[in-house]
């Protein structure tokens, strides 16, 4: 009898997981094949529940984030804060190396300041930027961030991309409710248009499954994940050279550099105590080759002799090291499709040019909207209701992360060398514009450095530059050839910035409580 019994609980638990396997193929079955990248160790043990000899693990989870970048970290420390239990899987935990994400504006560390994640850039060497400093042609302003009201330590902070993200990381590991796990996310788990969770793979190659009532997004510039929720339209205006020069100072120390050369900008800034990123732009997606030299030499050749004298031996120096790395320069307007049981975030849902540093700070800037949205919510398994209610998150970041997209994307048009008259002058009257000082500058800056982000700003001094530039040309004597380019100044600086703010969103940048979502209110059970 003893024996008949064991024998039944064998052949049911057996009969279990083959109705479990069976379940999950059919569950996968529409999900989408997406890149696979091979992971190594596990920062922390996942709380899974893995039934031995399958391919399922379970798991009990609030949320899922995919991706532990500025993004994902700050947002799985912030949720753990709140009580969720947070499961991360990220692709690779060892300390990432790269030569963009490394200028943190004030009002990203106002942010950082809100979510308690501002010891992160401490004992990081880094550094202190209190504003920026502006070259052209032979001439320089000093432009400083309006700081005045804040706290003694509120400015913008320059740092190893690697070491502040490794800070991150360990802050979100340390709270108990956290999981932070290596691993590959390969597609999203999809059941009757509803995001149920993620498939992903381990370092030995093993899938798995986890499963949970809401899937954040946020895997970076080359998500394989963003086209299951998003129609993204990714443009590579050009590419960024980077170097690293040591053992030298500013002309204006704590001050990011911006140098207005042509055919485009080259962006110097402290990143620890004894080093200097330099970032050079180089329009187009295609750069000179570094193996064979042709890099070296267009960067000696080109660039050097429009930097500052007091940079010029450091920077070739840093060429001569050979230590030069290229990354591309992506711009990608937010347009998601509200999905239920899933959420886009970071470089995986909205990308601008990097020129102007705007990144992390649109980024830690959603995950307090998004904190603020969830933390009324104690259920969210009704993922229609859910769905409809964080649709508001697509309008409520707007003010912040539209600013700073428009400004990152006009700026740079503006910035690039042109054989046109019309964009000369504009150039041109944009420097001058920054140089008068007071309003003129400090309005910029406050939009640049995520300090005041009102887009009705933006773009109030966008068109006072261009005022500004066509009146240059009319005084004191206007003639018709100067008429003319002063009209094409107008008719340029309205081609560069309505496009982006049509891309944005006119409504929602500028009419947000227009939209529905904006006042949806959270989901009651």
């Given at each position: 009898?003893?024996?008949?019994?064991?024998?039944?609980?064998?052949?049911?638990?057996?009969?279990?997981?083959?109705?479990?396997?069976?379940?999950?193929?059919?569950?996968?079955?529409?999900?989408?094949?997406?890149?696979?990248?091979?992971?190594?160790?596990?920062?922390?043990?996942?709380?899974?529940?893995?039934?031995?000899?399958?391919?399922?693990?379970?798991?009990?989870?609030?949320?899922?984030?995919?991706?532990?970048?500025?993004?994902?970290?700050?947002?799985?420390?912030?949720?753990?804060?709140?009580?969720?239990?947070?499961?991360?899987?990220?692709?690779?935990?060892?300390?990432?190396?790269?030569?963009?994400?490394?200028?943190?504006?004030?009002?990203?560390?106002?942010?950082?300041?809100?979510?308690?994640?501002?010891?992160?850039?401490?004992?990081?060497?880094?550094?202190?930027?209190?504003?920026?400093?502006?070259?052209?042609?032979?001439?320089?302003?000093?432009?400083?961030?309006?700081?005045?009201?804040?706290?003694?330590?509120?400015?913008?902070?320059?740092?190893?991309?690697?070491?502040?993200?490794?800070?991150?990381?360990?802050?979100?590991?340390?709270?108990?409710?956290?999981?932070?796990?290596?691993?590959?996310?390969?597609?999203?788990?999809?059941?009757?248009?509803?995001?149920?969770?993620?498939?992903?793979?381990?370092?030995?190659?093993?899938?798995?499954?986890?499963?949970?009532?809401?899937?954040?997004?946020?895997?970076?510039?080359?998500?394989?994940?963003?086209?299951?929720?998003?129609?993204?339209?990714?443009?590579?205006?050009?590419?960024?050279?980077?170097?690293?020069?040591?053992?030298?100072?500013?002309?204006?120390?704590?001050?990011?550099?911006?140098?207005?050369?042509?055919?485009?900008?080259?962006?110097?800034?402290?990143?620890?105590?004894?080093?200097?990123?330099?970032?050079?732009?180089?329009?187009?997606?295609?750069?000179?080759?570094?193996?064979?030299?042709?890099?070296?030499?267009?960067?000696?050749?080109?660039?050097?002799?429009?930097?500052?004298?007091?940079?010029?031996?450091?920077?070739?120096?840093?060429?001569?090291?050979?230590?030069?790395?290229?990354?591309?320069?992506?711009?990608?307007?937010?347009?998601?499709?509200?999905?239920?049981?899933?959420?886009?975030?970071?470089?995986?849902?909205?990308?601008?040019?990097?020129?102007?540093?705007?990144?992390?700070?649109?980024?830690?800037?959603?995950?307090?909207?998004?904190?603020?949205?969830?933390?009324?919510?104690?259920?969210?398994?009704?993922?229609?209701?859910?769905?409809?209610?964080?649709?508001?998150?697509?309008?409520?970041?707007?003010?912040?992360?539209?600013?700073?997209?428009?400004?990152?994307?006009?700026?740079?048009?503006?910035?690039?060398?042109?054989?046109?008259?019309?964009?000369?002058?504009?150039?041109?009257?944009?420097?001058?514009?920054?140089?008068?000082?007071?309003?003129?500058?400090?309005?910029?800056?406050?939009?640049?450095?995520?300090?005041?982000?009102?887009?009705?700003?933006?773009?109030?001094?966008?068109?006072?530059?261009?005022?500004?530039?066509?009146?240059?040309?009319?005084?004191?004597?206007?003639?018709?050839?100067?008429?003319?380019?002063?009209?094409?100044?107008?008719?340029?600086?309205?081609?560069?910035?309505?496009?982006?703010?049509?891309?944005?969103?006119?409504?929602?940048?500028?009419?947000p409580v227009t939209v529905p979502a904006y006042h949806r209110a959270a989901p009651v059970h």
């Amino acid at each position: 009898m003893v024996d008949q019994v064991i024998l039944g609980g064998v052949i049911a638990s057996l009969l279990g997981v083959v109705l479990l396997h069976h379940i999950r193929r059919r569950k996968v079955k529409g999900a989408s094949s997406m890149g696979i990248i091979q992971g190594n160790e596990c920062l922390e043990s996942s709380q899974n529940e893995m039934l031995s000899g399958s391919e399922i693990a379970t798991t009990s989870t609030d949320i899922i984030i995919v991706g532990a970048g500025v993004a994902g970290s700050a947002l799985a420390y912030t949720l753990g804060k709140e009580g969720r239990r947070v499961r991360v899987i990220e692709r690779d935990l060892s300390e990432p190396d790269r030569i963009v994400g490394e200028l943190l504006q004030p009002g990203g560390y106002l942010k950082l300041i809100e979510l308690g994640l501002d010891d992160c850039v401490k004992q990081i060497d880094s550094q202190q930027v209190f504003g920026y400093a502006l070259y052209k042609d032979g001439k320089n302003t000093r432009l400083s961030y309006p700081l005045e009201g804040f706290r003694s330590d509120v400015s913008g902070r320059g740092f190893h991309y690697g070491r502040f993200i490794q800070k991150m990381r360990e802050k979100a590991a340390s709270l108990p409710n956290v999981s932070l796990e290596q691993g590959t996310v390969t597609s999203l788990i999809e059941e009757k248009g509803t995001i149920k969770g993620v498939t992903y793979k381990t370092n030995d190659g093993q899938e798995l499954r986890a499963n949970a009532p809401l899937t954040v997004v946020c895997d970076g510039c080359f998500s394989n994940l963003r086209r299951s929720l998003c129609n993204p339209k990714v443009d590579i205006p050009s590419c960024f050279v980077g170097l690293v020069l040591e053992n030298c100072d500013l002309p204006y120390l704590n001050h990011g550099h911006v140098i207005l050369a042509d055919p485009s900008p080259i962006l110097f800034y402290p990143i620890s105590s004894n080093e200097i990123r330099c970032l050079v732009d180089v329009p187009g997606q295609k750069v000179p080759s570094i193996p064979n030299g042709d890099m070296a030499q267009y960067l000696k050749s080109v660039v050097a002799p429009q930097i500052p004298p007091e940079l010029y031996t450091s920077f070739i120096s840093a060429i001569d090291k050979g230590n030069i790395r290229t990354m591309h320069n992506r711009s990608m307007p937010a347009a998601p499709y509200p999905t239920p049981g899933a959420l886009l975030m970071g470089d995986a849902f909205n990308m601008r040019h990097p020129l102007t540093g705007g990144g992390m700070t649109v980024a830690l800037s959603d995950v307090v909207v998004l904190r603020d949205l969830l933390r009324p919510l104690r259920d969210l398994h009704d993922a229609s209701a859910l769905c409809r209610y964080l649709e508001s998150f697509y309008t409520l970041r707007k003010p912040v992360a539209s600013t700073i997209n428009t400004l990152a994307g006009a700026l740079y048009k503006v910035f690039c060398a042109s054989p046109d008259p019309a964009r000369k002058e504009m150039r041109q009257a944009c420097f001058d514009y920054l140089s008068l000082g007071g309003v003129f500058s400090n309005g910029p800056i406050a939009l640049l450095s995520g300090l005041n982000p009102r887009p009705l700003s933006l773009v109030l001094h966008f068109f006072a530059v261009a005022i500004f530039g066509v009146g240059r040309l009319l005084l004191p004597f206007p003639s018709l050839n100067r008429v003319w380019i002063g009209a094409r100044l107008i008719s340029g600086a309205s081609g560069i910035i309505i496009p982006i703010l049509k891309a944005e969103g006119v409504r929602q940048v500028f009419f947000p409580v227009t939209v529905p979502a904006y006042h949806r209110a959270a989901p009651v059970h």
